[in-house]
C-alpha cells in the first residue's frame, strides 16, 4: 500500500472520527438543554405544590384558631345570657370556667404563617438558581448556540417558566415605580 493511499485512509478515518465526535458532540449539548428544562419543570411544580400546601394549611389553621375564638365569646355570651341578672352567680361562673382565648393558638399560627412562606420563598430561589444556571448554559458561545440553533432551546413553557416570579402587588408596583409605599401591618 502505497503512502499517499494510507494517508487519504488516514485523512478519511479521521473525517469521520471528527464528524462522529461532532455529533455526539452535538447531542450532549441537546441532552444538558434537556435535563436544564426537565429540572426548571420540576421545580416549577414542587414551587406549585408549596403554594398549594401554604393557602391549603394557612386556610385550614385559620379556620380553627377562628372558631376556637368564636366558640369561647360564644361560651361566655351564654353564660351572661344565663346568669343575667344575678351577678353573684356570673362572677362564680366567671371564675369557674375561666373563659380565656389561648394566645399559643395564635402563635402557632403566626408559625405556621412564617415557616410555610419560608418553604415557599427557598421553593422560588431553587426556581430561580435554576432558571439562572439555564440562561447562562444558554449564553456560552458553543453549547448555547448550538442548543438555540440546532435544537431550539429554550422551550416557550421553560422561558415562560424562567421568567415567572411570585410576587406581591405592592411589591410589583414598588419595582416598577421606584417608590415604596408606606404599610400599615396591623390593619
Do not use: C, H
Amino acid at each position: 500500500m502505497s503512502t499517499g493511499l494510507k494517508v487519504g485512509i488516514a485523512g478519511v478515518l479521521g473525517f469521520i472520527a471528527m464528524s462522529v465526535m461532532l455529533v455526539i458532540f452535538i447531542v450532549t449539548v441537546k441532552f444538558q438543554a434537556e435535563k436544564f428544562e426537565n429540572q426548571l419543570e420540576a421545580s416549577y411544580q414542587n414551587m406549585q405544590n408549596v403554594y398549594a400546601n401554604v393557602d391549603k394549611t394557612l386556610t385550614s389553621s385559620g379556620l380553627t384558631v377562628s372558631k376556637y375564638g368564636e366558640t369561647v365569646i360564644n361560651a361566655i355570651k351564654e353564660g351572661i345570657k344565663r346568669y343575667e341578672g344575678q351577678p353573684n352567680l356570673m362572677m362564680q361562673w366567671v371564675q369557674e370556667n375561666n373563659q380565656q382565648i389561648d394566645s399559643s393558638v395564635w402563635k402557632e399560627f403566626q408559625k405556621q404563617i412564617e415557616s410555610l412562606n419560608k418553604s415557599f420563598e427557598m421553593e422560588q430561589k431553587s426556581k430561580i438558581s435554576i432558571s439562572q444556571a439555564y440562561k447562562d448554559f444558554l449564553e456560552t458561545i458553543f453549547k448555547g448556540q448550538i442548543a438555540q440553533i440546532i435544537w431550539s432551546f429554550p422551550s416557550k413553557e421553560a422561558t415562560k417558566i424562567m421568567s415567572q416570579v411570585i410576587q406581591t402587588q405592592d411589591t410589583k408596583d414598588s419595582f416598577e415605580t421606584g417608590i415604596e409605599k408606606p404599610k400599615d401591618y396591623l390593619r
